[in-house]
């Protein structure tokens, strides 16, 4: 079977990226549609999950939703792929639905796992802010699949891709991307293994640094609550939840957060959540592998010291 991947790769080949061309070597022969400048060097590595063929639009270097859903289809064509896989970060949110109108085709937003075929074709998925799971079954010729992130642990697949420039005609649109402002060079949110975050109980943006300290000793990401992306102390793409990003660490670690229902919707597929909060009501804790009743203010700085002795003796 014929399974076309869209990944988008800039100076380096992400996770979710990763994730998405491993996820598409399982269902068939894969082809990757990208964009871009990035070098022939940095793409044939994602050969190593199991890309065959890496098409390449040199002529496209924006994230335009409408010019990128005309860019895999002209892929879809060209390849006579049944499935599409792709990524369920902002972008994918975005072009899965327009990919499946335009092919008439089932579409699968933020799937956990890999099909089960034995009787069909069915995909799990969360629903109810990853409350609870279902089992979808797809019935069309064409089926999109766009990949919740952190949902499965790459595995390498070594092919030999082959790249090819391809410059299908994209059409005119009334949308232009005038800019684009990086959120820095650590690692996005939604690829993140380990993320630190805090809300008000930090008490004010100058208390930040023992949330980044922690962070850096543990190779984290840093995090916060909406109050706190509202009120200014943070970033808001920094800001996790229902309303903010959903994340999927395989270690995620709160501070002075309560825990109300709308920031545990963002977190809860969280493979080890760790709360610390002074109170011992606090809703999060219900949610927690661990807890820990106690002052941020000191936790988390005894938390970074005993990272770094751990980390010494591993020397």
Not at 189 to 213: C, H, Q, T
Not at 260 to 267: C, E, F, P, S, T
């Amino acid at each position: 079977m014929s399974v076309v991947v869209f990944v988008e790769v800039k100076n380096k080949v992400s996770k979710a990226a990763m994730e998405a061309v491993y996820y598409g070597s399982q269902l068939g022969s894969v082809t990757v549609v990208t964009y871009g400048d990035t070098s022939e060097e940095i793409l044939k590595e994602l050969g190593n999950y199991g890309a065959e063929n890496i098409l390449v639009c040199r002529s496209l270097n924006e994230s335009n939703d409408q010019a990128l859903t005309n860019l895999i289809v002209a892929a879809v064509e060209k390849t006579n792929a049944e499935f599409v896989v792709l990524a369920q970060d902002q972008t994918g949110k975005g072009v899965g639905p327009r990919i499946s109108a335009k092919l008439n085709a089932g579409h699968i937003s933020g799937a956990i796992d890999l099909p089960e075929t034995s009787n069909g074709f069915v995909v799990k998925t969360n629903v109810y802010s990853g409350k609870a799971i279902a089992h979808v079954a797809l019935h069309s010729a064409k089926k999109v699949i766009s990949i919740l992130p952190n949902s499965l642990a790459p595995q390498l697949n070594q092919k030999d891709a082959n790249l090819e420039e391809f410059s299908p005609d994209l059409g005119t649109f009334g949308i232009k991307v005038k800019e684009l402002k990086s959120q820095g060079d650590g690692v996005p949110l939604p690829e993140a293994e380990l993320v630190v975050s805090a809300g008000r109980g930090l008490k004010g943006p100058e208390n930040w640094g023992i949330v980044e300290d922690l962070a850096d000793v543990l190779g984290a990401t840093t995090a916060c609550s909406r109050p706190v992306a509202d009120i200014g102390w943070r970033p808001h793409h920094e800001h996790v939840g229902q309303t903010g990003v959903a994340i999927r660490p395989n270690l995620y670690i709160a501070a002075g957060i309560s825990g109300a229902i709308q920031h545990l919707a963002g977190v809860n597929g969280s493979k080890v959540i760790v709360v610390i909060n002074t109170d011992p009501e606090a809703p999060f804790f219900k949610a927690a592998d661990y807890g820990i009743v106690g002052d941020a203010f000191e936790v988390l700085p005894r938390l970074t010291e005993a990272v770094k002795k751990f980390s010494a003796s591993q020397n």
